[in-house]
């Protein structure tokens, strides 16, 4: 019987301290909405554009063509003593016109990322996060006679929830370890199989496969090498434990490099790698560099 009340006093011990860091954190957060004081916010927009035009009696050879493409970017983080709320979005699409082929898009995605973590000492803390990744328009394969529809908006996207440990021991460099992390994949576009066999890991005749027993590595590294050229850097691995072997686990590289010529004109450089091998067997990547103006604001005096 003592052991009994014994054990009954600990779970209920728990039970009222757990509820009591719930009851802590959403007090933070609902402080933090209010608060202005703590938040460091900054946002981006860059605009650029290309074009090439060539006679017909060229004799150096050329294909004329017209480019656009844009970037927006924005982050909102709040930091006040041991609690902070990181919030990140970036959108980027461009679109490519070259002569005797209809309008193609050159890059498309949307990104957004929220965290909120709870620090332990000077280098580690806990967190809790979400992050999104999806697209905005259509995509095609244009290396057959007729292009053909192999994604679009929400299919495929990713839901990744993460819960674990952060280590950031400056502010240029963060790294989260989750040993939970369950992901949501969405294919919503029911046409998409079609052409796509592996669907995304969507089984057939669904439109959500949900990965529960899940391990996230999240790492981001954003350097600032001069007044005029910086670097953000973002690294995924996401592993599904259930179905775990070195080829079933997925990475995904993004590098965004921007150099500022002026005030307002830069040179910025995309890139983004992916290995998933419910999308394809090899390493998907893309690239994209150009010149073009970016506008930038934010909050610091």
């Excluded at 060229?58 to 982050?75: E, P, T």
């Excluded at 686990?249 to 307002?264: G, P, S, V």
Aim: net charge negative.
């Amino acid at each position: 019987m003592k052991k009994l009340f014994t054990l009954c006093l600990l779970i209920s011990w728990y039970q009222v301290s757990f509820a009591q860091d719930v009851e802590e954190l959403v007090e933070q957060l609902e402080e933090a909405v209010q608060d202005t004081t703590y938040w460091d916010s900054e946002f981006s927009v860059g605009l650029n554009f290309n074009q090439a035009a060539f006679s017909g009696n060229w004799k150096a050879g050329g294909v004329s063509s017209i480019a656009f493409g844009s970037i927006a970017s924005g982050k909102a983080n709040y930091a006040k003593d041991r609690f902070s709320w990181d919030n990140q979005a970036e959108f980027i699409y461009g679109l490519v016109k070259n002569e005797g082929q209809e309008l193609r898009k050159s890059n498309d995605r949307i990104f957004f990322d929220s965290k909120v973590g709870y620090k332990i000492n000077d280098k580690w803390g806990y967190f809790a996060s979400l992050n999104f990744i999806t697209q905005f328009t259509d995509g095609f394969d244009y290396s057959v006679d007729e292009p053909i529809l192999i994604s679009s908006f929400f299919s495929p996207a990713f839901i990744t929830s993460g819960f674990g440990f952060e280590y950031k021991p400056n502010e240029e460099f963060a790294l989260r370890l989750a040993p939970f992390s369950p992901r949501f994949t969405f294919v919503t576009n029911t046409n998409i199989i079609n052409n796509v066999p592996e669907n995304y890991g969507v089984p057939a005749g669904q439109t959500l496969r949900t990965e529960w027993l899940a391990f996230q590595v999240f790492m981001t590294w954003n350097k600032k090498f001069s007044d005029n050229l910086t670097l953000n850097s973002r690294y995924q691995m996401f592993a599904n434990l259930e179905t775990i072997t070195p080829k079933t686990i997925d990475h995904r590289l993004d590098l965004t490099l921007i150099a500022k010529i002026t005030r307002y004109v830069d040179v910025t450089f995309t890139s983004i790698n992916v290995y998933d091998i419910d999308m394809t067997s090899g390493i998907q990547f893309s690239q994209a560099l150009a010149l073009g103006i970016l506008y930038k604001v934010d909050n610091k005096k």
